[in-house]
């Protein structure tokens, strides 16, 4: 993986954002994917406006997946505003203050499994807050077409898929989860906003993210710890649900080009083009640590489950998620065809990267598994006890 910075031709016509030289707000930024955003940015591109990242830091929300980009560029180029994205007059204050010139709107409710047990935060974030936002940018900017609100949004929306077929651009949305439906309808606002008001927009629909920092409620995350301390993994129903997988950089890279290069009111379909069914993710994931993390040299996880010779002996098939999708797929031709976008690392080096990164980050992993995720933990695991 190369670390040269990411020099992207503009092809927009003159007066269209420069974000290189953006003042850009990121909401949610504290979070999995919002962290990594910010990261790419400044490590990884020729960026060199403002930066300044807004997040409630609700129980998902962490500073310190950030700490080193604040030493390095707080202050200076990078600023941290706690704040909810529902507050018009705060949003307010950070525009002018700022003087905010593009939007990356990664903040949002993200758990599947949280929506079924709870709904309203899902709604009141996700469809109230992104109103809020785009409200917010509406009065800000009046006509301004020098400016952008890119909204990060899910494959979710578009439903379940069958053993074939792919998820298209053009795809008619049918969400099926509190959380999905939450999404689609921020989909929804955020084109009204386009076709009525003019305001400058993109949307990308990206497929399962997965890499450093992603906090350990979702698949790979939970089993990669649960594993290294010898507690059961948990596969919901027949382990048969199949997800593509992307990796965080990809997707991050491929939100980086669309503010480049994409014509406003375009929506694109960001993917891994790497299905895999939730059974092989996790046997691979037992795979790569028995190579990097033997059991027989880890005693808590012996001491924890003394019958197991292999991490693999604690695969636990466990209650299904109620609604569950079967099967999602991308087709991502779009952005790879109108912008030269692709994926550059496949799933086994991204799975390997992404398992090496929890076992050497035993600081952070301390630091975000609070009461607030033991209480989680319980609530999720326990009614789905056989
Ligand atoms: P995350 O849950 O890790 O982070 C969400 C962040 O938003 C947190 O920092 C949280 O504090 C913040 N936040 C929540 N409510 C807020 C509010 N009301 N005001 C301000 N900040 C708030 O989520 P993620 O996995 O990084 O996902 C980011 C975005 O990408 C979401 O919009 C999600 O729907 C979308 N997405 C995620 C995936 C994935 O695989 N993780 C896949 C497709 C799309
Ligand atoms: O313990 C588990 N066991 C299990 O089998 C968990 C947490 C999940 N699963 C299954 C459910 C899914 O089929 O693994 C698959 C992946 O689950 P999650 O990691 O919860 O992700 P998913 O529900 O697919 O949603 C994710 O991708 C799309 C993100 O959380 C969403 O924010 C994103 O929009």
Redesign the pocket.
Known sequence: MSKSRNTIPVSQKPGALSPSSANILVTGGAGFIGSNFIRYLFEKTDFQGTLVNYDKLTYAGNLLNLSDIDEKFGGKSYFFVRGDIRDYEKLKDVFARYHISAVVHFA?E????RSIFGPKDFIETNVNGTFTLLEASRQFWGNRRDVRFHHIS???VYGSLGDTGYFYETTPYDPRSP??AS?AASDHIVRAYFHTYGLPVTISNC???YGPYHFP????P??ILNAIEGKPL????D?K?V?DWLYVEDHCEAVWFILNKARTGETFNVGGECEKQ?IEVVREICDILEELHPLKDNPAARKQAPHITRYSDLITF?TD?PG??RR?AINCDKIKKELGWKQKYDFENGLRNTVSWYLHNKKWVEGVRSGEYIKWIET??HIREK
């Open positions: 949002a993200s758990h599947v499994d899910t494959d979710e959380y999905s999404k497929s399962n993210n409620e979702k698949l790979i939970l089993i948990p596969v919901y129903g382990g649900n997800r939730n466990v998620r569950h999708d999602y999720n695991y």
